[in-house]
Structures are given as C-alpha cells and as structure tokens.
C-alpha cells in the first residue's frame, strides 16, 4: 500500500462540517478593537499558561470542544501536520513546545469576522520564537463565541503555525542579485541542491534556495535539466508549448509573485506565453543557474555518505553531479498523456492525437487534410481547443463523458477568495489563503461558491439544454478541492469559453464512452458511432502521483540499480520504491508527499502543485534544506503512536 494512504477529501469535508455556533449573548456593536483585542489576550494569557505549566487540561479546555484543529507548518513538528480534537491537539502541542523550547505566543491584531448568522469568530494574528533551533515563527488563532455557564466565553477553534526564519540564517534578497557560477570541476560538478525541472515550480523554489543557501557562490549552485522533455532553452516545457491558442491560465496576475510590466496589469488573465517570457525574464533577472539540453543518464543514492551522484549527457559529453540534496520539480498531472486503451486505433483513417500534441488547429489539423474534429474530454483543455477549432473553420464536436464542474472566473475572482489579491499585497493573502487546516479551506470555499451560484442558478441552463451536463457550485458534489488535488483538473473555469456550445455552433456528444475505433471515428458505448477526420484526446495526464515517474525521471533502465553490488547503492527503481505518494490528502488533510521530508529518503524532495503552492511552499523546502545543511534540522514529528484514537 502507498504511503501515506490516501483518504477520501469529499467523505472528511462531510464528516467535518463547519462549526455552527448560535450566542444569543454576542453583541458585535459592543465588540470595538479595545474590547476584542482584550477578549484575545485573555485566551492567549490561559493558552500560554498551560503550556508553561504543562497543564494539559487546562490546555485542552483553552480549544473548541466539538472541532479543535492545529495545523503545524514546520514550525514546532518541523514537517508538515494537522492535528484534531482538543486532547489530542494539547498532548502534541505540549510535546512540540518542549522540543522546540518554544517562548509564549504573542498576539500581533485581532479581527472580527461575522462569517454567517451562526459562524463569527476573532481572527488572531500570532508571533512565537523557538530555542531548538533558534527561529521566528507566526500563527494564526480563531476563536468562536461559545455560552457558558458563566456567561460568554471564547474558545480556540483553529490553531495555525509556521516557521518563518531561522535566527541564524535570515533570508537574504540581495543573494539573488549576485552572479551565479557552477561549482564546475571539469566534468564533476558538485553541489548542495539539484533541481530537475524547467518551469514555474522549478523558478520560484530555485530562487528561494539562492535566497537561503547561498553563502559561497561557488559552493552552493543550483542545476535543472529534465527527462522526459529534453528542453534546449528555459521554458521549452510541455505545457508551455502544448499549442499556440490563446491559452488562458485561469491564474489572476495578483496571484503570481513576479512582477509583471504596465501593459499587463489590471484585471488580466495570463496566457501561456505571458507566464512563460514571465519567467525567463525571472530566471535571468535573479542569475539562477540553470543547465539545458541536456538528459538524466542515470542516478545513485549513496545512504552511508547521503549523497546523490547523476550522470548527465550534455551536447559536450557526460558529465557528472554530485548533490547533498535533490529535488525533483517535473510537475504533476503534465507530462505522461492518459489515453484510453481501445480497440482498432489501426483501423482509424483519420489524425488521433493527445492535447499534449495539439499546436494549433492549422499545423496539427488543417494541413493534415482534416476538416473535421471530434474532441474527448470537457474540461479546461477540451473547452480551449473547441473553441480554437471552432473559430478556425472546423466542423466541431465534443465529447462530455460525465457532468462537468464548471466555475466561473468570477466566483474565483470574489474579493472572498483570490479577489483578496487585488486588496492586500501577495504575502498577506498567502497568510490568510494557506494557514487553513484543508477541511476549514475547502468547507468556506465550498459555502462561498455555492452561496454565488445560488444567486443564479440558471446561468448554465442554455448549455445543459444543448446536451453538455454541468454541475454547478450549488450542487451537493461540487468539490473545488477535490479536482484540484485528487483528479488533477476535470472541471473548467468559466471565461466564456461553454457560449459556443450554448449557441448550437458546435456539435455535442454526452454521457457515453468511446469503446473502439472504426475507420472514420469511434463507436461508443451506447452502440452509435460519432464521425470525424481527426480526434483529440484532451483525457488528462497519468503522472498525477511523482511515484509513478521517479523512475524514468532518474534514468530509467538506463541505469543499473545497485551498481558494483554495493548495498548502500540505491538506483532509480529503488528509490522509485521508497518515495511517499503525492497528491491526494492523507488522514490529516495535508497533501501528501510534497514539499516535506520522505520517509524513505529525507535528502529527495517534491515540488509541485499550483501556482500559490510554487510560491508559498518554496520557502517551506528552502527552510528545510538549510537547516539540514547547517545541521540545525530537528527530526520530523511524524509521532501518533500514544493516541491510537487519532
């Protein structure tokens, strides 16, 4: 079984249903920033005392009796870990605090949020320093109203932390404005990260290790090259050449960190192209080291040195890498095309290809001979290429296999979630998106959007008459969260993209499967057959869990696993075999498997997720790779075994 195993986020989003609390006895008139900051510190002083005194009851009565929730990042388990119910959470943090020999919690401001008629709560802002080792650390506190028989009383519902810095090694900007040089011994190089992988991930964790790790500019360099795509410039990616469209990103520029020129800002959607030259520019700007053109021959894990050796083939001969620690950013769900193993694809006298292939509708199709396209699929990628063949002349049909999640651009962009960028600076909306516990994240996420969609509930009701099936956010299966980190995409966000379907311009097929290929199309599961001169299979990417692309990623069958029969060899199939599962939610909620310490081997990291992840948890590798290499890194807190009950 993999590890962590993979919980089901829609079945715990249900069993962990936002609080409902109903105070007849709060007044918010009376609740004036003197008063709440008061209430604040009042918690915060009994909350400190208990854990001073190790007074774990005492602790325990400070949270929220029906849902109490500690979501640690790095902080005091220096990992990434969410804790539940009032015992369990003070038993842990009692632990923590001693280890990390951490000082009181220091209040920062206090708001009051009134979320609904029957959730209000104080939203804390928190500072803490540790000793072991020496770090700055935030938190965040939400506190509901709860009657009790001494009247109103305050309890802890969430509890947030996250380290920030370590005392001894500040962040330092100006590093990344200094020339970067290879440590290059010829054909050895050595290093203290290797990064493989070539895009926005890659960019933005490769610029937050200079940030923490450069001291000696050549000791510490940092390299990117990539299997599966031998990419000859930056951003030559996949998914960054995938077709010459207008591709939407769905990504508000308030969202991305780097900054952009005059004539892109305001309300805009990136392109593909604008966030690829963004990020060039990024990686030119800030000096990062970077190799192209170039392949992962084969590579070794020594666990008695604990280092890592890759052979690299370079247009100049082999060279060699030697790495304390290696970091693996190829992407998630991007590069292994999913596409249905049936029956007769010989037979088929027309263009098939995946959207992987697809550049635009006059190279990969027109002049091809193809005056027709059936496309599979119905989410963000199907909708872009219907559209783009519609526009350029095709006869177009799509093909919706089950109901589509549609959302629109709008509910994203409500000042209630990503609107927030356009309010407050990119750091204080990341604070405010990411210090979440996932089941709190995604239950208001949910209650946002459905309460939108609510407000128009026919807006989608032209197109579901034309035959495409759509799930809004009012529908009781509607789970932004669940397509983002458990599908891996299978839903689309609205930019207008579902009015030629609305229209009758383009053909559409529902609710069946194609089955089998005929001569000039598919035979579907419903026994009819849909004709076209080409077919574009816009089903997803296979390579949603790292695990399943570890092995080709470090070499492959190019490489011999346990070389020279040393044991403490490990090749690309064994360390294939040790590496945690990515994506999904474990037991806790939290991702699993990225942007923290493998169990296997504690030196191999992910990267991964979407943008706001690339940005947030960069600083949450960078942290820890530092303090490994300074030898100030605390084992993981992976401790559950005194609470068989959790």
């Not at 829609?10 to 920033?33: G, W, Y």
């Not at 604070?431 to 407000?455: D, I, K, Y």
């Not at 403490?568 to 990515?582: F, K, S, Y």
Request: aromatic share 8%; charged share 20%; with cysteine.
């Amino acid at each position: 079984m993999a590890y962590p195993p993979a919980a089901d986020l829609r079945q715990k989003l249900a069993e962990h249903p936002l609080p409902t609390v109903a105070v007849t006895a709060l007044d918010p008139a009376s609740l004036t920033p003197e008063e709440t900051a008061k209430i604040a510190n009042n918690v915060l002083t009994a909350f400190n005392k208990a854990i001073s005194t190790r007074d774990i009851t005492a602790l325990s009565n400070c949270l929220f009796a029906e849902q109490a929730l500690w979501k640690d990042s790095l902080a005091l388990t220096y990992h990434l870990r969410t804790f539940s119910t009032p015992a369990v959470i003070a038993a842990h943090l009692l632990e923590t605090t001693k280890l990390r020999g951490a000082h009181g919690f220091g209040l920062e401001f206090v708001h009051f949020l009134p979320v609904s008629p029957t959730l209000q709560f104080f939203d804390c802002s928190l500072s803490l320093k540790t000793t072991s080792p020496a770090a700055t650390c935030t938190g965040r506190m939400l506190l509901l109203p709860v009657e009790g028989s001494g009247g109103l009383e305050w309890k802890i519902w969430v509890l947030s932390t996250r380290l920030e810095s370590l005392d001894a090694h500040p962040e330092d900007e100006t590093l990344l404005r200094t020339p970067s040089t290879l440590a290059d011994g010829g054909d050895d190089m050595k290093t203290d990260v290797f990064i493989i992988g070539g895009g926005n991930g890659y960019a933005v964790c490769l610029s937050f290790s200079h940030e923490h790790l450069k001291t000696d500019l050549s000791t510490y360099s940092i390299i990117v090259l990539l299997k599966f795509h031998v990419p000859t410039a930056m951003c030559d990616m996949p998914y960054l050449r995938r077709f010459n469209a207008f591709l939407i990103l769905f990504l508000p520029l308030s969202d991305f960190s780097i900054a952009y020129g005059e004539d892109l800002k305001g309300s805009h959607l990136l392109t593909r192209d604008e966030l690829a030259n963004q990020v060039r520019q990024y990686v030119k700007e800030f000096n990062l080291n970077m190799i192209t053109s170039s392949q992962i021959q084969s590579t070794q894990y020594d666990q008695a040195t604990r280092r890592w050796t890759v052979k690299l083939k370079t247009p100049s001969g082999l060279r060699t890498v030697r790495s304390k620690h290696l970091v693996q950013a190829t992407g998630l769900a991007s590069q292994k095309p999913r596409l249905p193993d049936i029956a007769g694809k010989e037979i088929y006298k027309g263009i098939s290809l995946h959207s992987n292939e697809y550049k635009n509708p006059e190279v990969s199709l027109q002049n091809k001979g193809a005056k027709s396209v059936l496309i599979i699929g119905s989410a963000n990628t199907a909708i872009d290429i219907l559209n783009d063949c519609q526009t350029a002349g095709l006869d177009t049909t799509i093909l919706a296999r089950s109901p589509t999640y549609v959302l629109p651009v709008g509910y994203v962009m409500d000042p209630r979630g990503f609107g927030l960028f356009n309010q407050l600076d990119t750091e204080t909306c990341d604070r405010a998106l990411m210090s979440f516990p996932t089941w709190v994240e995604c239950n208001m996420a949910h209650g946002l959007l459905a309460m939108l969609a609510s407000q128009e509930p026919d807006r989608y009701k032209r197109v579901a008459k034309a035959g495409f099936p759509v799930i809004d956010s009012a529908h009781p299966d509607a789970c932004l969260m669940h397509n983002l980190v458990e599908r891996g995409g299978g839903h689309y966000v609205d930019i207008g993209g579902l009015e030629v379907i609305a229209e009758g311009n383009v053909g559409v097929i529902s609710s069946v499967e194609p089955v089998a290929y005929t001569e000039t199309g598919l035979r579907l599961s419903d026994g009819k057959t849909a004709e076209a001169d080409s077919i574009i299979w816009c089903t997803g990417f296979s390579d949603l869990n790292a695990r399943d692309t570890v092995f080709e990623v470090l070499g492959g069958e190019n490489a011999a696993d346990g070389e020279e029969q040393d044991s403490n060899l490990l090749g690309p199939r064994e360390i294939a075999n040790t590496v945690d599962a990515t994506f999904g939610v474990d037991e806790e909620g939290e991702i699993r498997g990225l942007w923290k310490r493998q169990r296997g081997i504690d030196n191999f990291w992910f990267m991964g997720g979407q943008t706001q992840h690339h940005r947030y948890h960069s600083k949450t590798v960078a942290l820890q790779i530092k303090a490994e290499l300074e030898g100030l890194l605390p084992p993981a807190y992976r401790n559950n075994s005194c609470f068989p009950e959790f």
